[in-house]
């Protein structure tokens, strides 16, 4: 069975998915935009990771049992970062980064 | 398993001891017990060694073990003692012991504390039974972090500043160490970093010339060798009690053995082209720290610079190179080790009761606290050479081994140094003079009491040791003469 | 002889109980120990005596012996040091004296020492004295020597401090040491010099006269002079320190703040005539490799004892008379031995040097164990302070007339006849010489009856506590030493103590005799009119007369101000302070600069570390970019 969709278009819409979350990192300024940014870079490697696999190994699973992992792991990064970024929120009142400079100083 | 590994163990026992001890006195258990194994050992090992000798074998190290533990480079775990290794581990186990006693009431984190002096102890040994110069390097830096945050942590005055400078001029003698180790060992093309290996392969004249200096000033700086002594005044005034009386009785050591073991030994041509600029300046080290000496008027001070006169002899005599002179600076090393450590305990005790180490606030003590004022008394008589205690014996040897010395040059700087001992008298006899004797100064002062018993007892072992080298100095130097034969002979032959 | 190794162990064995047992003995029991165990010591240093004196000579000579030889520790394969025991006639001559002045000191200080704090201390320290000094003078070779000549050193700046209290005997202990230790410098050199070239330290090797042995040193100058005689003039300078000559012999006169008994043993019979005994040792070097340093020496010496006995005339205080005394009668002695020639008549000066070292350790003993009963009684050195005291203390004056009489230099006192022997000596060398030394002898009866009349007559002072003489304690040894002053010149001392060891007949030299007795009368009866009374204004005309001179002698010709201006302004002011600043401001200040340039160093790449995480995303984007580009197409 060939897939109908072939393999490059996957590709394009994941590269555009990894830049557009590089770009958010470096360019947003709230962290929480940030985090979202990180997450956008993450689901493009996932998406990466499943389409390698089902192109050039169609009989295995690793790499979709990869991408379950890579989610389980962001999930919980997701999870400390939000946390970490409600401390802060307590602490100074907003997520600016700009604004978070204390162990610079 | 080796004789020697115990005493890189049972440091390392300690620490797993104190690390679950939970009260006080169970840290001092812990210290006082493995701190008397050390001891036990270090007397085993020393007999055990003469028997071995006296039943005749005559090889170079005994007691050798070898395990490599970086295949890469072939880096090993090679230890074996000399007579003279034998001797600082000896000195080491004394100085450990007494210091452990001497910070019985250490404040604050007691635990801390004894786990720090623990990791600093199994570098000092570690390094001592080395004979793999890598192995020897790391303990070597074993022995230097801790001292950061001991003075650091527990010292007094200008500790933060004192224990950074301290670390960063070790370090920096480190580096220079380092990189001369690296070139020594790349340059004889050895299959090992062991150093038995490397003084077979021949290295170039012309790279010794590089080479020997690194090492020399790299060790020389913990030997507190002009102009690279500055450490020792700051470092050893801002320390806690115990500390000093390790990092001036045995760490300051570890310079020396450190020049003679590897810079000499490896690279003989170069120490004999090169030694009289060392000389020079080992001579000045001498007549300046005792100069300096004079002046000052904090008790740690006054000891530390007569430190960078007693060991800059060390670094003199070695670099005499004749089986006298340089038994005398082995045995300069233990006698100036012992007396350092004795002073440092009693001004620390001086210091606990009267707070303050000015000799201009302090007069009379001898009424007060006679067990202190006497002890101190003959630390002093020990420091200027008296017959009878060790002090003696070291310089002596020192002198008649340089004054043999065929070159004028040589023999004129001997008589240089030799002044040391009249300004050395002035010095000593000024602060006791000072401090012990005359009207009491401070009325606060005739409330104090004398040493207890964890006071006395390291004391008492110290004035022991000090005086039964002074009175019998012939098995040392027995045992130094026939462990320094092999660097000698590589000296002689060099020099033709 | 083996046995005459109890004379050292004895009191090393006192020092060690009483300085162990410390103040757990009451009362008066640590001087009982340490007087029984001397007694012991000297007993055993009576009996060597009297053996070794009746061994039969070997060719004439009295043999040396030597029963004990350790070696103790070995530096080269020629240089040890060895610990041993030499008898020969001069050694065992100074047992007998240093055992018996130690005896009766310890004896002595039983009274005088009473009820001190520190009573034990006092006993200890004498006992480590004793050990040094018998160590001292039985060495072996000349390292041994060195090695109690510290230990002696030592001991006397313990007991110059015994009062350690007091800031004038703290000073004084302090300011001994180092004269004493600055001269042992240059002893040391001696020695190293001396062994550098012969290859032994032995006495008995450097004293054969063997000239093989000197070969090396031979032809060698340094600064003009020959080595040898560099090095045996270094090693007269470590006999100066401790025999206080001049220039060195500041330390002496402070260190009369010791106990007085301290300073009869010490400073006055013993130890200052280390000097002498070491030369005398050495005598044979001198002589045969470097007469012009013995010549030397014998200048020194003379100008030494003129100066001292310059100087006690006018000191007001008597044990500082009696210092100044002992540095001018050790004068004497060195004189002598300066002069001295090697056999038979020539070699008068050494036999007299030794004859009068044992008669002046006697009376001079005498003389400061008597000043002891008198300041133990007035409560004061000061000479104003006291007179009229002969009624109160009629047998302190008796001995201490006796002894003024001996070291006046009358007939029958053992000083005539010793000193008769060095002035004929000296006559020998040089009359010039020999009349200064007759004048010097005078000026030594005038200073003595000085003291003499001022404290036994004249006004007596008023006093607090009422006058009373002395404990049996301590008249019983000023009754023995005096019978000896009284009977030690009619000892055949020739027979026993010359030059080559042979026998020697003293005979008297009528002519000197004569002219020495009479002037040292006419100098006694000059004092006797000036002082007899304590109210003839002639003193003080004369001192009027010579103004500053007198004014300078007062102050002992401002020797210790120059000592002190040397020391604090120079060593001090100019040497150690730059030396300490120059370590704190410039060797430490670079250190520090290296420092603070590697600080400021960093701080001009701290721009690169932003903390912003975002711009290190961007650089490590454009770097993986980078690599990638580099990897694909290149």
Not at chain 2, 310 to 336: D, E, I, P, Y
Not at chain 2, 359 to 383: C, D, T
Not at chain 3, 144 to 156: C, D, K, N, P
């Amino acid at each position: 069975m060939e897939p109908i969709i072939s393999m490059e278009y996957y590709l394009i819409v994941s590269s555009i998915m990894f830049f557009a979350g590089i770009y958010g990192f470096i360019t947003r300024r709230n962290l929480i935009a940030i985090l979202i940014s990180i997450e956008l870079v993450l689901t493009s490697t996932d998406i990466n990771f499943a389409v390698f696999n089902r192109f050039l190994f169609p009989h295995q699973l690793e790499g979709m049992f990869f991408s379950l992992f890579s989610i389980g792991v962001s999930a919980a990064e997701t999870a400390v970062a939000i946390a970490i970024i409600i401390n802060i929120y307590r602490n100074i009142k907003n997520v600016e980064v700009r604004n978070i400079k204390k162990l610079k100083d | 398993m080796n004789l020697l590994s115990i005493f890189v163990l049972l440091p390392v026992l300690m620490l797993a001891g104190l690390f679950l001890s939970r009260t006080r006195a169970q840290v001092r258990a812990v210290a006082a017990t493995g701190a008397s194994l050390l001891l036990a050992a270090a007397v085993i090992l020393c007999v055990l060694f003469m028997g071995e000798r006296q039943a005749g074998n005559t090889a170079p190290m005994l007691f050798t073990d070898h395990a490599v533990w970086f295949p890469t480079w072939n880096i090993g775990y090679s230890i074996g003692v000399d007579g003279i290794s034998v001797l600082m581990i000896l000195l080491s186990a004394i100085i450990v012991f007494t210091g452990i006693f001497t910070s019985w009431n250490i404040e604050p984190l007691p635990k801390e504390y004894f786990m720090w002096f623990c990791l600093l102890s199994t570098g000092v040994f570690g390094f001592f039974i080395s004979l793999d110069l890598f192995t020897m390097f790391m303990f070597y830096e074993v022995a230097l972090i801790p001292m950061y945050l001991l003075i650091g942590v527990w010292g007094s005055g200008e500790k933060e500043h004192a224990a950074m400078k301290l670390t960063l001029m070790l370090m920096g003698g480190s580096a220079l160490l380092m990189l001369g180790i690296l070139g020594v060992y790349f340059a004889s093309g050895a299959q090992s970093m062991h150093i038995m290996d490397m003084a077979q392969a021949d290295i170039p004249v012309a790279l010794q010339r590089y080479f020997f200096p690194l090492v020399f000033v790299g060790f020389g700086i913990l030997g507190a060798l002009f102009p690279f002594h500055t450490w020792s005044p700051d470092g050893h005034a801002s320390a806690p009690t115990a500390v000093s009386m390790l990092h001036a009785g045995v760490l300051m050591k570890l310079g020396g053995y450190g020049c003679f073991r590897v810079a000499m030994f490896l690279m003989p041509e170069a120490a004999q082209e090169l030694g009289w600029i060392f000389l020079l300046l080992t001579g000045i080290s001498v007549v300046y720290g005792a100069f300096s000496a004079c002046v000052q008027t904090d008790l740690k001070y006054i000891n530390a610079y007569s430190s960078v006169s007693h060991c800059g002899l060390v670094l003199f005599a070695l670099l005499m190179m004749n089986t006298t002179a340089m038994t005398g600076a082995v045995m300069q090393m233990l006698s100036h080790g012992l007396m350092t450590a004795l002073f440092f305990a009693l001004i620390g005790m001086i210091y606990g009761r009267t707070h303050t180490r000015d000799i201009r606030q302090m007069g009379g003590l001898m009424k007060i606290m006679p067990f202190l004022g006497v002890a101190y008394v003959i630390a002093g008589l020990a420091s200027l050479g008296l017959p009878g205690l060790s002090g003696f014996v070291a310089e002596m040897n020192v002198f008649v081994g340089a004054f043999q010395h065929s070159d004028t040059f040589h023999r004129v700087l001997t008589l240089v140094a030799l002044t040391s001992i009249v300004i050395t008298a002035v010095y000593i006899l000024r602060v006791v003079g000072k401090i012990l004797y005359g009207p009491v100064q401070n009325p606060e002062h005739l409330k104090l009491s004398d040493a207890v018993w964890f006071e006395r007892f390291p004391v008492i072992v110290l004035i022991v040791v000090i005086a039964s080298i002074g009175i019998c100095p012939g098995w040392i130097s027995d045992l130094i003469g026939q462990a320094l034969f092999p660097i000698v002979e590589r000296l002689s032959i060099a020099a033709l | 002889m083996e046995y005459s190794i109890l004379i050292l162990i004895l009191p090393l064995l006192g020092f060690l109980t009483l300085g162990l047992a410390g103040t757990r003995l009451k009362g008066k029991t640590a001087g009982y120990v340490g007087t029984a165990l001397l007694a012991l010591a000297a007993l055993t240093a009576y009996c060597t005596a009297a053996q070794y004196f009746n061994l039969p000579r070997i060719d004439g000579i009295r043999p040396s012996l030597r029963p004990f030889n350790w070696e103790w520790m070995r530096f080269t394969e020629h240089l040890h040091i060895d610990l041993g025991i030499l008898l020969d006639p001069i050694s065992v001559m100074m047992l007998v004296v240093i055992t018996t002045v130690s005896l009766m000191v310890h004896i002595y200080s039983l009274g005088y020492m009473e009820g001190e704090r520190g009573f034990q201390r006092y006993y200890a320290f004498l006992g480590l004295f004793t050990f040094s000094m018998s160590g001292l003078v039985v060495a072996t070779n000349i390292f041994q020597m060195y090695i109690f000549w510290e230990l002696v050193g030592v001991s006397s700046y313990l007991l110059i401090g015994f009062y350690y209290t007091k800031p004038e005997a703290v000073a004084a202990s302090k300011k001994a040491f180092i004269v004493t230790r600055f001269a042992d410098l240059f002893f040391l050199i001696g020695i190293l010099l001396v062994s550098y070239f012969t290859r032994t330290f032995d006495f008995g090797l450097l004293c054969s006269g063997d000239s093989a042995l000197f070969a090396s040193a031979m032809g060698k100058t340094f600064m003009g002079a020959a080595v040898l005689s560099w090095a045996t003039a270094l090693i007269f300078i470590g006999a100066a320190g401790k025999s206080a000559m001049f220039p060195l012999h500041i330390w002496l006169p402070d260190a009369m703040e010791g106990p007085t008994p301290v300073s009869a043993l010490i400073h006055a019979a013993t130890m200052v005539v280390a000097g002498v005994f070491l030369v005398a040792r050495l005598f044979p070097v001198y002589y045969f490799f470097t007469p012009e340093v013995l010549h030397g020496i014998a200048y020194i010496a003379a100008f030494t004892a003129l100066y001292a006995a310059i100087v006690a005339c006018v000191q007001t205080d008597i044990k500082r008379v009696l210092a100044f005394s002992t540095i001018s009668q050790i004068g004497f002695m060195l004189v002598a031995l300066g002069v001295s020639g090697m056999n038979g008549h020539e070699g008068t000066g050494y036999m007299a040097a030794m004859f009068h070292l044992f008669t002046h350790a006697m009376f001079k003993a005498l003389l400061f164990l008597g000043a002891g009963a008198i300041i133990h009684t007035v409560h004061s050195n000061e000479m104003s302070r006291m007179g009229g005291l002969r009624k109160a203390m009629p047998l302190t004056h008796i001995t201490f007339l006796a002894a003024c009489l001996a070291l006046a230099g009358i007939p029958p006192f053992s000083g005539f006849f010793s000193k008769d022997e060095i002035l004929s000596a000296v006559f020998a060398f040089s009359p010039w010489m020999g009349a200064g030394m007759t004048f010097i002898a005078a000026l030594t009866a005038f200073y003595m009856f000085r003291l003499y009349y001022n404290i036994f007559w004249g006004k007596p002072a008023e006093h607090e506590h009422p006058l009373h003489e002395a404990p049996a304690s301590m008249t019983s040894p000023l009754l023995f030493l005096a019978l000896i002053s009284l009977v030690a010149g009619f000892l055949p001392f020739g027979k026993f103590v010359s030059s080559n060891g042979l026998e020697y007949i003293i005979h008297l030299d009528v002519r000197i005799a004569v002219g020495s007795v009479v002037i040292a009368i006419a100098a006694i009866f000059a004092a006797r009119s000036l002082y007899r009374n304590g109210t003839s204004a002639v003193p003080d005309k004369m001192a009027g007369f010579f103004g500053v001179f007198h004014k300078a002698a007062k102050n002992r010709f401002y020797i210790d101000e120059i000592y002190q201006f040397i020391t604090h302004k120079i060593i001090f002011r100019c040497i150690s302070r730059p030396l300490a600043w120059f370590d704190r401001h410039i060797i430490d200040g670079f250190l520090n600069g290296l420092a603070c340039i590697t600080g400021k160093g960093s701080l001009a790449f701290r721009w690169m570390q932003t903390g912003n995480l975002q711009s290190y995303a961007l650089l490590m984007i454009g770097g993986c970019l980078l690599l990638l580009f580099w990897v694909l197409f290149l």
